[in-house]
């Protein structure tokens, strides 16, 4: 069994500052881990992924994420926030070969002026 | 090269009455996904398929929905009859799952709205 939990619904930021997203997973297996976005009224696009190579993933727009086993924890981060960075994040567990992936029920990112 | 495509992208019906959602995954995709998405919650999976097999469909509430992806390519996904609380968007992904790492590509989504 697998599970994700994202650990903070909303979360606000000024423009400019650090986003930290945060998601601890459960799984049976080694994990593949993502993190996708999700702007209004468009389709889920993947972030980033980890995949058991190098634990500290970078993704696209700046975001990246470490992988830590001891703590079974997926943050997502990126250093200076965007405007266009408001979306809905979600962060995703899979068991690889299986073909399973099971979803958290998202994180939505306001982004202050 | 094209996304997944899905139509139609809005889909308002009264209670009981059928709708169908179609689904064109990326080519060379072998495995193709329908996820419902309610509002404020992530998606959760309904149907995935490998080529034209349902490996697994213990999600979908058969006694009204149902699925098919003829040819391994293209996927419809049928309510029949739509009750209330099916409204929500209705996603739909591939993948290339012999590439390892299962990563998803999406489409736009079906938004449902139930009167």
Redesign the interface.
């Known amino acids: 069994a697998q599970s994700?939990t994202q650990l903070d619904s909303h979360v606000s930021v000024s423009e400019g500052t650090p986003v930290l997203l945060r998601c601890n997973y459960s799984s049976s297996y080694s994990p593949?881990l993502?993190w996708?976005v999700q702007h209004p009224?468009?389709?889920?696009?993947?972030l980033l992924?980890y995949?058991s190579a190098a634990t500290l993933v970078k993704g696209i727009n700046g975001f990246e994420a470490e992988f830590k086993k001891s703590e079974t924890s997926f943050h997502l981060t990126k250093p200076s926030a965007h405007m266009s960075d408001a979306a809905e994040y979600?962060c995703v567990v899979?068991d690889?070969n299986a073909?399973?992936?099971t979803?958290?029920?998202?994180t939505t990112l306001t982004v202050k002026p | 090269e094209a996304g997944v495509v899905q139509s139609p992208r809005y889909k308002i019906i009264e209670k009981k009455q059928p709708v169908a959602f179609w689904c064109n995954p990326i080519s060379g995709h072998n495995t193709l996904y329908w996820y419902l998405q309610n509002l404020g919650q992530g998606p959760e999976l309904l149907i995935r398929y490998e080529n034209e097999e349902a490996v697994d469909d213990s999600q979908l509430p058969k006694d009204r929905f149902s699925a098919e992806r003829l040819k391994g390519v293209d996927s419809t996904l049928k309510i029949q009859p739509a009750e209330l609380g099916d409204s929500a968007v209705y996603l739909c992904a591939s993948s290339f799952s012999l590439s390892g790492a299962n990563v998803l590509t999406f489409g736009a989504g079906s938004r449902l709205t139930v009167l």
């Open positions: 994700v593949s993502f996708y009224n468009k389709g889920l696009q993947l992924k995949t979600f899979s690889g073909g399973k992936s979803f958290g029920d998202g």
